[in-house]
């Protein structure tokens, strides 16, 4: 969700078996996926689930632990490091994609601060009320 706010780029996050069924029916060549695969029972999967998608003719990004053999199996890998506890990944290994976003956004000439609020759209749509309701 934090690459898209940031980018204006659609992305969407899913288990590897929602994917599976029914998303990746819409992958096509040269678009990116990126897997997250921490340590535990469905690192296998998602490892074949990269080279799978990769077959199809998609990027893979893949995020594992450093040894994994996932690793192998993307076209980028961000290799993590050992030992991080398997119930502490989620905030570890999707922590550098809020980053991503951020630079990638300023890499496209976008405002990660405001998002698309400077839009004269956006600006009169009222949504920046609505924020403040939060």
Known sequence: MGVTQVTGRPAAGY?????????????????CVVAIAPPGP?????????????????????????????????D????????IPEVLTPVLYCAPFWLLGYYFSLFYGLDPDNLSMDQPAFKTSGLAELKKLD
Not at 16 to 31: A, I, K, T
Not at 58 to 63: D, E, F, G, L
């Open 15 to 31: 288990t590897v078996d929602e994917y599976m069924h029914g998303p990746v029916q819409s992958l096509s060549r040269g678009q």
């Open 42 to 74: 469905f690192q296998t999967k998602i490892g074949g689930f990269a080279r799978a998608v990769r077959r199809i003719g998609a990027k893979v990004m893949m995020v594992a632990p450093e040894g994994s053999e996932a690793l192998k199996e993307a």
């Open 76 to 83: 980028v890998s961000i290799a993590m490091p050992g030992g």
